[in-house]
């Protein structure tokens, strides 16, 4: 599971527990004026993750790590989708972040609420 906070102007996410094992990643740090949006998805989990390298994939227990898919990098931490929130990125290494997180709602509205254009 992934701890969102944001952190001046930064959206910072950290891994917990053993996700950062399978994810072979602690935390990310991304500049708010990068991040485009966030929703709630438990669906994406059914959705193709392309090639896996780094990471973790066990269908139906985990998604974890980096994923290359046209062109693109997409970072997982996912165990349970019906907790799940893509976070769009833009002039990123990844294009965007697939987290699972104790609240969907709250952390969209944290990330949505912090946006630059939003504010």
């Known amino acids: ?3 969102v906070r944001i952190d ?3 959206l910072v996410v950290v891994i917990e527990g053993l996700g950062k094992l399978w994810a072979l990643k ?3 740090a991304i500049p708010l ?3 485009r949006g966030a929703t709630a998805d438990p669906g994406i989990a059914t959705e193709p993750k392309g090639i896996r390298a780094p990471g973790s994939h066990l269908p139906g227990v985990i998604t974890a790590g ?3 898919q046209d062109g693109e990098k997409v970072f997982w931490d996912v165990r349970d989708p019906s907790k799940a929130v893509v976070v769009e990125l833009a002039d990123e290494r990844y294009a965007r972040l697939v987290l699972q997180v104790d609240d969907p709602r709250a952390t969209v509205a ?3 609420n ?3 254009e939003r504010r």
Request: aromatic share 4%; charged share 10%; proline share 5%.
């Open 110 to 112: 944290l990330i949505e």
């Open 8 to 10: 001046g102007d930064n």
């Open 26 to 28: 602690g935390s990310l």
């Open 66 to 68: 980096t994923f290359h």
């Open 33 to 35: 004026a990068n991040v």
């Open 1 to 3: 599971m992934a701890l």
């Open 114 to 116: 912090a946006l630059p």
